[in-house]
């Protein structure tokens, strides 16, 4: 089993940018691929971004593409969410979640998760 641990969320004005980290404990990170995810007031959970088990291969929301940047140190047991040219519409809570389908879109397909980290774009 593995424990997920979200930090970084912040209030930033829109343009701006953050970095997330998911640190994981318990077994090694590298065994799993790792999402993350994010939900706001009202919404569903929704798929942002994944990454294969070396970092070789990853898959963006096209609502995030070209924004957000999603990578791993798997010496630090460790997932970065890069997150640049904020707006408000990615205010939300994020969460990273490790699994084992390599590409999964779907919250489904991930069996662990972290508690989350809150995420605020201003106008």
């Known amino acids: 089993q593995v424990q997920l641990v979200e930090s970084g969320g912040r209030w930033v004005e829109a343009g701006g940018s953050l970095r997330l980290s998911c640190a994981a404990s318990?077994?090694?990170?590298?065994?799993?691929?790792v999402g993350w995810f994010r939900q706001a007031p009202g919404k569903e959970r929704e798929f942002v971004a994944t990454?294969?088990?070396?970092?070789?291969?990853?898959f963006y929301a096209d609502s995030v593409k070209g924004r957000f940047t999603i990578s791993r140190d798997n010496t630090k047991n460790t997932v970065y969410l890069q997150m640049d040219s904020l707006n408000p519409e990615d205010t939300a809570v994020y969460y990273c979640?490790?699994?084992?389908?390599?590409?999964?879109?779907?919250?489904?397909?991930?069996?662990?998760w972290g508690r989350g980290t809150q995420v605020t774009v201003s106008p």
């Open positions: 979640a490790a699994g084992v389908v390599l590409g999964g879109v779907s919250s489904s397909q991930y069996s662990y």
């Open positions: 990454i294969s088990w070396s970092g070789s291969s990853t």
């Open positions: 318990g077994r090694t990170l590298s065994n799993y691929v």
